[in-house]
């Protein structure tokens, strides 16, 4: 409780996901000063199998970043607590990857941890804790109707176009909007650290980790190499026309687009056209055929309307560093959507996000299903 002219006032619970990182602080810090109650929470998600990930420094599922994030929540006076969550992520994030892989197709791990980890499983404990909202350091921002309106709580880009995230977000349902907030969606960088400093917060100075977080040593090939067999064994290269130019040593080892790696000699640069798993093939071709004008995508997720009825234009966003391009965006047979460039995209890869927008409004998204 708190008072307010005279008044005892009960203030709106929150649970901010603290990463042990400068941005989830600082929207700890913003949400303390705009009068919630603030409670920190980090989720533990490495399997007991491999806790030697929980040792490394750095990271966000580090003992150092939970020591970061306690020492963050000490400082701002609010109580702190560290989730199990390993059981969910191991089967929604680390096994979606790996099976995504074996399928041939890049996935991006930080949408499915979003969507079924943050929040899902995290939203659900927020409420057992008894907290009207959940909290991130995502640069995005959210817009809540009134109440009485009806309308749909909306998704739009940072302000800062250099931190914005809200391509890793366009699986929000409406429930999950309407329980969040994002206080950094207005904010630069920059900004963010200046408060972090203002506060007197330990994390104003750290750096942003950009790793898988759940891959420990080397790199993501190595992580599937173990875990995904099958995705090592050497097969073909052949062309777009079917001719045998090569021997790869794994699938897992390419990406569409790729250029290097390939241990060819055609006398022209070749790169990864498609990945064809069932026969382990690695077809290549040259670079005008790693160009696609259309795309078709699964399991699309609509924000600023309930379902896509027809034909509409927007900018669609093919990978989280791409810039949105002009495109046509129709409903496609079994649910399905189907996107068509004004100009053919390079490397449009399977796996991957497909998110849509309106200026800053986010329309919502799809993983891409071929092309």
Known sequence: MFWFRGMAVARERVVVAMSGGVDSSVAAALLIQEGYEVIGVTMRIWPEASEEIERREGGCCSVSAVWDARRVCDRLGIPYYVLNFKDV???????R???EYARGRTPNPCIACNRYVKFEALMQKARELGASYLATGHYSRVRHPEKSSGGRHLLYRASDPA???SYALYNLTQEQLGTLLLPLGDLTKAKVREIAAS???PTAGKAESQDICFVVEGDYRDFLRERVPQSAIPGPIVDTSGHHLGTH???VN???GQRGGLGLAAGHPLYVVRIEPETNTLVVGRAAEVFSPWLEAA?????????LKREIRAEAKIRYGAVPVAATVEPGEGGKVRVRFDSPQRAVTPGQAVVFYQGDLVLGGATIDRT
């Open 89 to 95: 992520f191991s089967r929604e994030v680390i096994e």
């Open 97 to 99: 990857f790996c099976q």
């Open 163 to 165: 931190k914005d995230q």
């Open 199 to 201: 506060c007197g917060l």
């Open 249 to 251: 040593p794994g699938l």
């Open 254 to 256: 390419f990406t569409v």
């Open 299 to 307: 399991d699309p997720n609509w924000i600023a309307f309930k379902e």
